[in-house]
């Protein structure tokens, strides 16, 4: 969409760490469980080519900023989910379905970002 080399390359290398990662999930998910992750994948794909389509058939000074904003969507979407879980948490007075380890390990490189650009929001 924006021609830039650098953004092909990381997300290329993003792309094989996840298809890494998948296919090491894959290998250890239970036969009878594999369909669904299957119809998972599917959507997810079914649901880049809808928005990559509609990327390429956009007018080029409007598609930027959409795009951001689907883009904006999804990351908010992805990283509220553990909220979803909360009232069960609060229940149980458990957090063990809380991701701790990658909430601590995104901390940092978020906090270095909010230094390095001087946004009062991430630091």
């Not at 009232?87 to 270095?112: A, D, V």
Request: proline content about 5%.
């Amino acid at each position: 969409i924006l021609n830039d080399h650098n953004m092909y390359n990381v997300n290329l290398l993003g792309l094989v760490v996840n298809a890494v990662y998948l296919s090491g999930f894959l290998y250890y998910t239970p036969n009878n469980l594999k369909g669904d992750i299957y119809t998972s994948i599917g959507k997810c794909i079914a649901f880049s080519v809808v928005v990559i389509a509609y990327a390429t058939i956009e007018d080029k000074e409007k598609i930027e900023f959409r795009f951001g904003m689907i883009l904006t969507g999804i990351l908010l979407f992805l990283v509220g989910m553990p909220l979803l879980d909360i009232p069960q948490i609060i229940k149980n007075k458990c957090t063990e379905g809380m991701p701790f380890p990658i909430i601590l390990s995104l901390l940092f490189p978020w906090t270095l970002y909010g230094f390095a650009t001087r946004n009062q929001v991430f630091i």
